[in-house]
């Protein structure tokens, strides 16, 4: 009786451990964005900012492709984004962040601070002095020769209409690498941002997938329909 007693008690435990667990998980909405370059003129192909294996290129649309497709998230992730204070803070915080565009209640500001993750790695976007890659999205110190793409100079404007610049954290600009011919493939670099007319600095998002999943914690992104991570 005693063992049979212990037996149930376990059960019991184990059914209110598995509850708790799934009462954590909650529905998550991931919109996933294509990011295209301005072309130089009115005959060059639009190019759209793609992870391959060597390297984040610009390249032919191809629909559906998930090298293709860009999540802008808060600039902790894969952690909780960092939170001070108390109170009405932490809905600003939910509006810049978990939208997009982002519907801030302050105004002033160059841009807000942003990560760029990859739906096919699922690693973020980081820069140098010639070619652009991605890396893990923690935070790691040991990433001196990369800058990570981190604010976005007019995040705003980004989707849907307008041009706006891809910046680091450090102030450069992303932009088309021109040691390449402009064709069906170009790397990207870090340099100084110039003038507002330069193509190489100009990019523009459009919605491409907007996937719903369950997740554990409310920064964890959607990569497949009913998945998050």
Request: hydrophobic share 40%; proline share 5%.
């Amino acid at each position: 009786m005693r063992f049979a007693s212990v037996v149930t008690t376990l059960i019991v435990l184990l059914v209110a451990l598995v509850g708790a667990t799934a009462a954590t998980a909650f529905e998550q909405t991931t919109k996933w964005y294509t990011i295209r370059i301005q072309p130089p003129d009115d005959s060059s192909p639009h190019l759209f900012l793609t992870q391959t294996s060597s390297g984040l290129r610009l390249e032919r649309y191809r629909s559906g492709d998930v090298t293709q497709m860009w999540a802008p998230t808060q600039p902790d992730y894969p952690t909780a984004a960092a939170v001070t204070g108390s109170g009405p803070l932490s809905g600003i915080i939910d509006k810049c962040f978990n939208t997009f565009p982002p519907s801030c209640d302050f105004q002033g500001h160059a841009g807000v601070e942003v990560k760029l993750v990859s739906r096919s790695s699922g690693k973020c976007i980081a820069v140098g002095a010639t070619r652009a890659t991605t890396v893990e999205c923690a935070n790691t110190p040991n990433e001196s020769s990369w800058e990570r793409l981190t604010a976005f100079a007019s995040f705003t404007e980004l989707a849907g209409a307008g041009f706006t610049w891809l910046k680091t954290k450090n102030g450069n600009c992303m932009v088309a690498n021109t040691a390449d011919a402009y064709g069906p493939s170009m790397r990207l670099k870090s340099e100084p941002c110039s003038g507002a007319n330069d193509w190489r600095v100009g990019f523009t998002a459009n919605l491409a997938a907007d996937l719903t999943c369950r997740v554990d914690w409310d920064w964890n992104l959607c990569f497949v329909e009913g998945q998050g991570r």
